[in-house]
């Protein structure tokens, strides 16, 4: 059981928006600003999406944008297309243990 | 280009060890924390390991500490992670990630492509 918990699926059509959320603790999401996201298509390593919260990295859509309130992260997508079809995890720092770092289980996002 | 190549995957059996290696290049490799994140077929990612930029902050998943031990050679621009005791479920793509800090804040960026690990009898 992943430390974050994430909707195994979501689903949208082109042109529409879609929000995947990200519910962690207040030892990890609720405590720090230090959510990030990640897309992974199929057979390739994933991509930094969003990273303290809401922050693109260069060359990032504007159409991905990241958003937290309480123990809960938010990743929106809209204008969907055909290309955002993908995995796509959250990531937090944690304060837990020996641990630094925490993912949610993953989304599968399906553009119909 | 940033680029982290991984190498040292194989078929290992159960009790066995291994050495990971992680080739950094296109940045300077002493200025920032560096993960191990694994992907075990057809599942999530789970963060395996991370050092910071001097090592003086490690970290491990409670499902490899005592086992599992990370390392990094500033000097040649590499990390590695030695994995002891391997068992079954130990199986995946282990992935290499640059941090976009000296310490370990958990924003990967970017991953190398992988190396395969198979534990396996």
């Known amino acids: 059981q992943s430390a974050l918990t994430q909707p195994a699926s979501v689903s949208g059509s082109p042109g529409q928006s879609i929000t995947i959320s990200c519910t962690g603790t207040?030892?990890?999401?609720?405590?720090?600003?230090?959510v990030s996201w990640y897309q992974q298509h199929p057979g390739k390593a994933p991509k930094l999406m969003i990273y303290d919260v809401s922050n693109r990295p260069s060359g990032v859509s504007n159409r991905f944008s990241g958003s937290k309130s309480g123990n809960t992260a938010s990743l929106t997508i809209s204008g969907l297309q055909a290309e955002d079809e993908a995995d796509y995890y959250c990531?937090?720092?944690?304060?837990?243990?020996?641990?630094?770092?925490?993912f949610g289980g993953g989304t599968k996002l399906t553009v119909l | 280009e940033v680029q982290l190549v991984e190498s040292g995957g194989g078929l290992v059996q159960p009790g066995r060890s291994l050495r990971l290696s992680c080739a950094a290049s296109g940045f300077t490799f002493d200025d920032y924390a560096m993960h191990w994140v694994r992907q075990a077929p057809g599942k999530g990612l789970e963060w395996v390991s991370g050092?910071?930029?001097?090592?003086?902050?490690?970290g491990y998943a409670d499902s490899v500490k005592g086992r599992f031990t990370i390392s990094r050679d500033n000097a040649k621009n590499s990390l590695y992670l030695q994995m002891n005791s391997l068992r079954a479920e130990d199986t995946a793509l282990y992935y290499c990630?640059?941090?976009?800090?000296?310490?370990?804040?958990?924003?990967?960026?970017?991953w190398g492509q992988g190396t395969l690990v198979t534990v396996s009898s």
């Open positions: 990531s937090s720092y944690t304060s837990s243990s020996t641990l630094y770092v925490v």
């Open positions: 207040s030892s990890d999401v609720g405590g720090y600003n230090y």
């Open positions: 990630a640059k941090d976009w800090f000296g310490e370990l804040l958990g924003w990967f960026d970017p």
């Open positions: 050092i910071s930029w001097n090592s003086g902050s490690i």
